[in-house]
Structures are given as structure tokens and as C-alpha cells.
Nanobody, 115 residues
Framework: QVQLVESGGGLVQAGESLRLSCAAS????????LGWYRQAPGKQRELVAI???????NYADSVKGRFTISRDNAKNTVYLQMNSLKPEDTAVYYC?????????WGQGTQVTVSS
């Protein structure tokens, strides 16, 4: 059973940056996809960014050019660098991992962006 633990959330002002980390309890080498999702109050959980095992990235339109997802297989960690943060980025951010039919979720980390 793989466990995912997010960290790096917090309260920042608009325009500032944060880097989220997601550490896996086991190797992430075999994961097909690793991703970040977010859920704002009263809204559905949405995909923010995803990275494949081959290093191909995909982003939600709302974060393109501002967020960057990366993975470090040696550290079993996936990152989300968030720049130029906006108040509408406020949400709980969840790490996600997909390995074949298995899907894993972290517990989430709160990101709050004040205007």
C-alpha cells in the first residue's frame, strides 16, 4: 500500500509562489501518472497538472504558464511549483498517483491566496 503525503501549503499573497511536495512511501518509478488536483469550497475536485512516467506534462488551462509539475524518482517525490498565485487558486491540493488499476490519494494540503 503506497501512501502519499503532501506538504508545502500555506497562506500567501497574490503574486507570490509556493512549492508543493508529495512524498510517496514507496518507489514512484512504476507509476504511470502522478498528478495534482485541487478542490475549492463548494466546487468539484479538478485536475491541476499531471506528469507521465515518460515525463510528459499536462496542465489545466487556468494554471498554464504559472505552475510546473516535476518528479524526482530518486526521492520518490512529485512537486508542484506554483508562481504568480491568484486568489482563485485557493483550494485544498491533493496528490494523486496512478499505477495500472490502482489509484492513490494524499490527504491534501491547504493553499490560501489572499488578494
Amino acid at each position: 500500500q503506497v501512501q502519499l503525503v503532501e506538504s508545502g501549503g500555506g497562506l500567501v499573497q497574490a503574486g507570490e509562489s509556493l512549492r508543493l511536495s508529495c512524498a510517496a512511501s514507496g518507489s514512484i518509478f512504476g507509476f504511470n501518472y502522478l498528478g495534482w488536483y485541487r478542490q475549492a469550497p463548494g466546487k468539484q475536485r479538478e485536475l491541476v497538472a499531471i506528469i507521465s512516467s515518460g515525463g510528459i506534462n499536462n496542465y489545466a488551462d487556468s494554471v498554464k504558464g504559472r505552475f510546473t509539475i516535476s518528479r524526482d524518482n530518486a526521492k520518490n517525490t512529485v512537486y508542484l511549483q506554483m508562481n504568480s498565485l491568484k486568489p482563485e487558486d485557493t483550494a485544498v491540493y491533493y496528490c494523486n498517483a496512478l499505477a495500472g488499476p490502482q489509484v492513490y490519494w494524499g490527504q491534501g494540503t491547504q493553499v490560501t491566496v489572499s488578494s
